[in-house]
């Protein structure tokens, strides 16, 4: 921070003004802190004697202290006639209190270490104490004389910070008076310096801010004086008139060598951007002059040649090539450059016994007058690339010829199997229907079985044929009223009449394959109604926007799923019941998780055992497939 002459005499002023203030209010608190002191100790000693000859009298009489009664009265009519005191107390000298203003410290002790040195002195003396966080002045009287000495002593003490509530508002008084006087000392020394020196060097400094501003070196301070400030005037007139001189050649050098620099730091900065970018680009460049002639390269380029860039420069493909490609190279570059038009090539070489794919682009280069000076060109190495291309074509060739042989797998399972599996039920049931007077109940017994189990197999075979059908087989994509098509499978189910589903909320309308969306349904509301074990049984169905997917669940109060099992339930053929308890095949969660996953959802379980389970899957918002519409909600008992 800056300050004028004017503040700086004013601060200068004012310090100096206030440490004396300082000064003097603190030694005149010390005085009277001494003095007043002194007359607060007197007085206490006048009263301590006042109270020793009462004591005096009193065992004159042969009266013991310990029984004189009525004492503690006069120690507080002491207290009572002079409220500067803090206590009166009669002690013995080894600090017990047989006397006090306040009878409840009859008969304690004093532990302050300066009071009970006192007493043990056995003479009229005064120390200080401290006793819950205060100081106190004590004057100590021994009560008798040198004939007749006793072990007691008047004690009487006043608080400190009576002498310092006093030296406070010393200090007020003194504070104010000094600001009074200090306000009158500023304003005659404002005045006076206003008339004999800060006038002339605001002139001064108002004419150094109109230069400054205006830069306008012809401007002069006009003061007329022979002292130290005209001469100043003087040296600063003489100053500015040399600085009026130079100034047109300086400025003129100044902004000559500041477009340089620009220049040059521009260059600089378009240099270093150029180099960087040839030097980490991984493609090949190259630009040669209108003969072919090579005028500069990046890194990469010269790293295929196992040279330097500066190295190429200024020769040309033949120093470098063999003759046949050298002269292409140069018959490919005069061809764009008579064309005015932009080439691409994609060519295939052999080095060293290895194929080498180069896709390579050629542009002409053109001066201010757009004539043609010269060629540019880049190339890169896509031989991967195109392998990769290979290789991918051969894999969709082998998962076509893979998708056709499980075609044709389906085609015998469902052919070939199924036949056998019909002859042998035919048979079964030809044994019942044929030998019933001649079976017995456990023959009867174990042809009902091979029947059920020819079903369990021709339903293991249907569901191995669903599933491989899955994602091979595209269906029409629909729109689908999900209020409409789950109630209707819901009728499918033909539900008991102890259990009940309930369609929580509005269901979207979605566009999708409906077969498959219909299979996602029935598998779990058929799984919840199979395994329902509850004399009242609930499932209820929810659909919740998450935004960019909708989630669906289907909740049961049934028996509950283990959290062991919860990956276990979708893989393919895994049942947690026997098979005999209940007839499964095993394999319509698999469907499900792969029916959900097709749609690019996900699917998952939540259960706890005896409280009931929720299956939860998700189906994306993906543009022209689902539509954001909501109908009536539908609720199905």
Not at 287 to 304: F, M, P, T
Not at 362 to 377: A, H, L, T, W, Y
Not at 471 to 495: C, F, S, T, Y
Not at 608 to 621: A, C
Request: hydrophobic share 35%; charged share 25%; glycine share 6%.
């Amino acid at each position: 921070m800056r300050f004028r002459l004017r503040e700086k005499i004013l601060l200068i002023t004012i310090t100096t003004f206030l440490l004396a203030i300082g000064a003097n209010t603190y030694i005149t608190g010390q005085i009277f802190r001494k003095e007043y002191s002194t007359a607060l100790q007197s007085k206490m000693e006048v009263i301590a004697n006042i109270l020793k000859s009462k004591v005096e009298r009193l065992l004159e009489l042969g009266i013991a202290v310990g029984d004189i009664e009525g004492f503690e009265i006069q120690c507080q009519d002491a207290l009572q006639k002079h409220p500067d005191l803090a206590y009166v107390m009669v002690v013995r000298t080894d600090g017990q209190i047989i006397f006090h203003n306040d009878t409840t410290y009859h008969g304690s002790m004093i532990d302050d270490p300066e009071i009970l040195k006192a007493l043990r002195q056995n003479r009229q003396t005064s120390c200080m104490s401290q006793a819950a966080k205060h100081t106190y002045y004590n004057a100590i009287v021994p009560v008798g004389n040198d004939l007749n000495r006793t072990n007691v002593a008047v004690v009487v003490g006043f608080p400190t910070t009576l002498i310092d509530n006093k030296i406070q508002e010393l200090r007020h008084y003194s504070y104010m008076a000094a600001l009074v006087s200090l306000a009158i000392a500023i304003f005659f020394l404002l005045a006076s310096l206003s008339i004999s020196v800060t006038k002339p060097m605001s002139k001064l400094v108002a004419t150094i801010q109109q230069i400054r501003e205006s830069s306008d070196l012809s401007k002069r301070v006009g003061i007329i004086s022979r002292d130290e400030l005209g001469e100043l005037a003087h040296s600063f007139n003489q100053m500015t008139e040399d600085l009026q001189k130079t100034t047109t050649s300086i400025d003129n050098l100044n902004t000559e060598i500041e477009n340089r620099k620009s220049v040059e730091l521009s260059l600089r900065r378009s240099e270093n951007k150029y180099r960087t970018l040839l030097k980490n680009i991984p493609q090949k460049i190259f630009y040669k002059d209108i003969d072919s002639v090579y005028v500069l390269c990046n890194e990469s380029y010269a790293e295929d040649l196992g040279i330097t860039p500066d190295k190429i420069i200024g020769k040309t493909d033949y120093d470098f090539f063999p003759e046949h490609l050298a002269k292409k190279y140069i018959r490919d570059d005069r061809k764009v450059m008579d064309s005015g038009e932009r080439e691409d090539l994609e060519e295939s070489y052999t080095l060293n016994g290895r194929e080498l794919i180069i896709s390579t682009s050629k542009s002409p280069v053109r001066d201010e007058n757009g004539n043609i000076i010269g060629i540019f060109g880049i190339f890169w190495d896509i031989t991967d690339q195109k392998k990769a291309e290979r290789r991918q074509n051969q894999l969709l060739e082998q998962l076509e010829s893979v998708n056709q042989e499980l075609k044709d797998f389906a085609y015998v399972v469902s052919h070939d199997l199924k036949a056998p599996l019909r002859g042998i039920k035919t048979l079964a049931n030809w044994l019942v229907s044929d030998y019933a007077d001649k079976l017995d109940q456990e023959g009867k017994e174990q042809l009902d079985l091979l029947s059920s189990r020819v079903d369990r197999m021709h339903n293991l075979i249907e569901g191995i044929l669903q599933y491989s059908r899955i994602g091979r087989e595209n269906e029409q994509q629909v729109k689908m009223d999900l209020n409409k098509i789950v109630p209707e499978i819901i009728d499918m189910l033909a539900l008991p009449e102890n259990i009940a589903i309930i369609i929580e909320n509005q269901l979207p309308v979605i566009e999708c394959e409906q077969t498959r969306i219909m299979q996602v349904f029935q598998n779990l509301l058929s799984n919840a109604v199979k395994y329902m074990d509850k004399p009242q049984g609930r499932i209820n169905i929810e659909c919740v926007d998450e935004g960019d997917c909708w989630k669906f669940s289907i909740a049961d109060n049934g028996p509950g799923i283990e959290e062991k099992y919860f990956n276990k339930i979708f893989q393919i053929f895994q049942t947690l019941s026997a098979r005999d308890e209940f007839e499964s095949t095993g394999i319509g969660l698999t469907v499900v998780k792969k029916i959900v996953e097709l749609h690019d959802g996900k699917i998952w379980v939540e259960s706890e055992l005896g409280k009931g389970t929720t299956f939860l899957f998700t189906i994306p918002k993906q543009q022209g497939r689902i539509q954001n519409e909501q109908l009536q909600t539908n609720s199905v008992n």
